[in-house]
């Protein structure tokens, strides 16, 4: 049985000479907008694309390892899983080890689609 994929589809739009890009129609439009080419850009760095590569071949078992592997602070590594989790890029895991509960980020998404309509 093959693997079903999962697609993350992200549409820029023109508008009165700009782009504005809608994740998902579905969703609340203030939720999901981006006022431009350089917000997907941003929200597609270099930075992320590492972060999301180390958690598929790596699979950390917290932020906290996923910071370490990364060599970046928690705090960084933090800000940028809860932009990728709040665009369906990942999803945090809750498990319980002694008395903590830790978060471990999980990729939820195959490939992006990005479509641009002019």
Request: overall charge positive.
């Given at each position: ?37 350089l ?7 270099n930075?992320r ?6 958690i ?13 592997m ?6 960084s ?5 809860k ?8 999803e945090?895991?809750e498990?319980?080890t ?13 490939e ?7």
């Amino acid at each position: 049985m093959a693997k079903k994929t999962k697609t993350r589809d992200i549409t820029i739009m023109e508008s009165k000479g700009t782009f504005s890009i809608f994740k998902d129609r579905k969703k609340k439009k203030e939720d999901f907008e981006f006022s431009g080419i350089l917000a997907l850009r941003q929200l597609l760095s270099n930075e992320r694309a590492r972060m999301l590569y180390t958690i598929k071949t790596q699979n950390p078992g917290s932020i906290y390892h996923l910071a370490k592997m990364l060599g970046r602070s928690f705090k960084s590594v933090s800000d940028d899983i809860k932009l990728l989790e709040r665009f369906g890029f990942i999803e945090l895991i809750e498990e319980k080890t002694k008395k903590r509960i830790r978060h471990k980020p999980e990729i939820i998404v195959d490939e992006v689609h990005v479509n641009i309509k002019i």
